[in-house]
Structures are given as structure tokens and as C-alpha cells.
């Protein structure tokens, strides 16, 4: 049975919180990559950042439709849903734009798992982590690779 250390790419390019909005560009740019982690000093995973969040900041702002009651304005997508656009099309750094709500997967499942996660949940890659130390990132490319090596 193939694991995902067997196929994960161990070399990961890899952001931090403090990377700027120009400087990811660049390297999606650049590298031809899609999905970055997101590290701290200890690289440990704090977050995960696509080229999906980056392309949101040159997105219209869409206004929500509002109920006037008495004298209030109630927005229906929620205020929160508002500030939330808000931030990510104004921010300046990874830290910004990036989920922190990560699904990884641990070196030692099987490739079966790993390709059931991506289809199950439009993932295009997955971060690989012992513990909270990331250690490889694992991509539908990879997955595709060990297909064709069988």
C-alpha cells in the first residue's frame, strides 16, 4: 500500500503570515503554484493560502441587500459576511488572506485517503503534518504520478 510519504513533495515553498500580498503574487507567479502553506518561525502550519484568496482582492464589492425596519438596516448576508469581504479585499499580507482552518493529512495514510479528502472537499492539494510540523504537501498532480508508476 503506496502512503502519502511516498508520493508527498518534501521540498514546500512555503509563506508566512507576514509575506505580503505583492510578494505571493510573485511567487504564484513565478513558481506555477496554487496552494501555499503557511508557516510560523518553527514551521509549524498556521494556515493555507490559494490563488482563489488572492484573486478576491481585485473582485467588485458586492453591497448586500438590506431590510429597513423602523429605522434600522439589517444587511441579510449578515454584517459579519460584509466585514469579512472587506478584509480580504483590502489586506496586505498572507496573514490576511489565508484560512487557518486547514485540512492536512499525515505522512503515513494511504494515497486512497488522501485523493478521497481532495474530491470530497475540491481540494487541490494538502498539506502533510506530523504533529503540527509540516513536512511535505501532497497535490492531484502527485496523486496522478503514482497512478501512472503502478
Known amino acids: 500500500m503506496q502512503t502519502v510519504a511516498d508520493i508527498m513533495t518534501k521540498d514546500v515553498i512555503t509563506v508566512k503570515r507576514e509575506t505580503t500580498v505583492r510578494e505571493l503574487a510573485e511567487i504564484f507567479q513565478t513558481r506555477r503554484f496554487g496552494t501555499l502553506p503557511v508557516v510560523d518561525e518553527d514551521g509549524n502550519l498556521t494556515g493555507i493560502v490559494t490563488e482563489s484568496d488572492l484573486v478576491e482582492q481585485g473582485r467588485n464589492l458586492h453591497i448586500p441587500t438590506v431590510i429597513s425596519l423602523f429605522d434600522w438596516v439589517i444587511p441579510l ?52 503534518v506530523e504533529g503540527r510540523r509540516l513536512v511535505g504537501i501532497v497535490s492531484r498532480i502527485d496523486i496522478i504520478r503514482s497512478l501512472i508508476q503502478k
Do not use: N, Y
Not at 107 to 128: N, Q
Open 77 to 128: 448576508g449578515g454584517e459579519r459576511a460584509l466585514e469579512r469581504e472587506l478584509r480580504k479585499m483590502t489586506a496586505q499580507t498572507v496573514g490576511e488572506i489565508c484560512s487557518t482552518d486547514v485540512v492536512t493529512v499525515a505522512p503515513s495514510e494511504p494515497v486512497s485517503h488522501a485523493a478521497d479528502t481532495m474530491s470530497g472537499r475540491k481540494l487541490h492539494a494538502l498539506p502533510v
